[in-house]
């Protein structure tokens, strides 16, 4: 569930139409800024943002007046095909605004104005969340590299959702009597987070806020400098923020949000952290959204009957929710997107978003007697700054296990795991929702070892170079959750196919010949994956001489979940830190039986790595007629600075090269059968 709450209109939200009596005359001009941005001037650069001018005026109620100006100019092809159609979402039940203005300034001196028959209001494509979203699509008139568009527009309203796909704001053609409807449910308060870099290079951004003059905000910039200024007047303070010549950003794999990577200014007027969360307790509690009926009461009593502790009854309650509660977002009307459904409708309905997941929880903890439960706010994937403005993007759960001492939940995560709060959101930030008030907290980091995937290998080499063995995996908290999804998020037939392409690491020649897993359901038990092969012709055999790369060196556990920093690694330096799904540490132990007679003459060389960000080592022995395998790699951190990246490229390196080493063995002369290929 993921979303960064916005109060205002966020990037380009509405196509424009409306004309002016000036324009009407035909004496608008393009503005002079066009002329110094050119292809020549921004290599590389399909299209350049020359300005984009946010003002927003801020009642005391905390409803918001947006007027917004972006002018863009397209250098390429490709940036007028980027720019042909515009599609912007909002959310027609808490937002209105109106469109002002949207201009096609030619490159030989035309102006054109976008008809509002150019513009259509559709439903959004939905998908697992139907909560009735527009969006206007806007059919631009054919641009041409040299040409530019310019976006005006004024919005009024809130879109907040903790959810996927939240971000955005409103556009509802028409006009509104009614202002109530537009004021943030937090009443009184504003608050935006805004970043001042984007994936086109900036010319100019301004950032304006006017407020009552007795409704000071707080502000703090991050990852970069803004220029400012403030103001004020005998009714109002007026604070402004911009920032020039701002590059695109350039994209690297597995980087951090782009939150936590450019400029970024967040805002709030809420006082402090308790004086949010006690309205995120009561905008639940005062409305009795944890009730519960008699049915759940049954249902909770029923799925801890038996149970001892206050720990199994909770793990028993998460595992029933989280299977049985399905990730489906159904709109409750009022309210939707801040509070969290009642129980009983969670109950009744068996769907929701990971707020409406962590509610029903909530409700059965509180049915089995944990009274002292509450929603908590979160922010998977990201940071949440100091600063009480809404960042989050996800909720789970938080009972009071002991005076001032939480245990956090989270039902959305853990249908299929042994963890009831996932080791990849540690660390990560949250705010509970409670009747005195929370501060922001953090979950502590977990250590790499924690996260572990063990593969014990055991192997036989024939005398034809043919390779025979078994592969245990196991795994702990995070890993173990990721394997045990291999086999119980995939239909029956395609956990046979996932296991042969891990074993395709070893050759194009693997065949699996059969496979085993324990109950991948039972959470309460380690989860094991045992899988038998055989490769044809695996070592290259010259005579008495054998060349072979230890099975277990070949990593057979690559892929985008277990092993996602190797897809970080790509070039020689990075710009910004990388964002992986956890710490983690692999340990592979192997024993590969040699023919009678062979023995190891040359192991691969491996040269150890050791940092802040990671480490590996490898030592391939001799023990009689077997070659032994220990192999380490831990990947330390979950958010590795960018000034650690080399560290974890010569680790992520060192193991790549060791998979793709050879080991030397052979037969001594006189000693066990005539080797293959070798002359009678």
Known sequence: MRQRTRIVALGLLLAAWATSALWAQGALKAPEALKAVTAEAYPGADAVVVNEDVHVDVEESGLSHVNKTQLVKVLTEAGAAQFATMRFDYDPASSYAEVKGFTVYRAGGAVEQVPPERVYDLPQPQEMIYWGPRMKVVSVPKLQPGDAVEIRTYSKG?????????????????????????????RGHYYDVVLFQGDLPIVKKTYTIVLPKDKPIQAEVFNGELASRTAFDDTSLTYTWWKDNVPAIKREPRMVEDSDAVTKLVLATVKDWPEKSRWFYHVNEDVNTFAFNDAIKAKAEEITKGLKTDDEKRKALLAWVARQIRYSGISMGKGEGYTLHP???????????????????????????????????TMAGARVENLPAD??????????????????????WCPFSSEVWSSA???????IGSPRGEQLMETPPVPASENFV??????VISDAGDLTGTMAITGGAYSETNLRWTVVNSPADMVRGTFEQWLSALSPRAE???????????????????????VPGYAMVYGNTMLLTPPAARNILSNRRLTDFIGAVAGKERTYDIFLRAPREFTFEETTHLPKGYRLKEAPKAKSVEGPAADWSAALSARGDALVLKERL??????????????????VDAMKAYGDALAVVAREAGNGKQGAGEQP
Do not use: W
């Open 343 to 377: 129980g009983v409708m969670d109950f009744n309905d068996r769907a929701g978003v990971c707020k409406d997941i962590a509610g029903m929880l909530i409700t059965m903890f509180r049915a089995a007697g944990f009274t002292h439960t509450y929603p908590a706010m």
């Open 391 to 412: 960042q989050f993007n996800h909720c789970v759960v938080a009972t009071e296990i002991a005076p001032n001492q939480y245990k956090l939940y989270d039902p959305t």
């Open 512 to 534: 699996l010949t059969s496979y085993q897993t324990t109950d991948p359901v039972n959470v309460n038990l380690p989860f094991k994956i045992t899988l038998a092969y055989r």
């Open 634 to 651: 831990a990947v330390k951190e979950k958010i590795i600075p960018a000034a650690q990246y080399a560290n974890l490229k010569d680790a």
């Open 158 to 186: 809130f879109v907040i959702a903790y959810l996927a796909g939240g971000d955005g704001a409103a556009a509802a053609a028409g006009a509104a009597s009614d202002n109530e409807k537009y004021i943030p449910p937090m």
């Open 454 to 459: 063990h593969l014990a290998s055991d192997a």
């Open 425 to 431: 959101e540690k660390p990560q930030n949250y705010v």
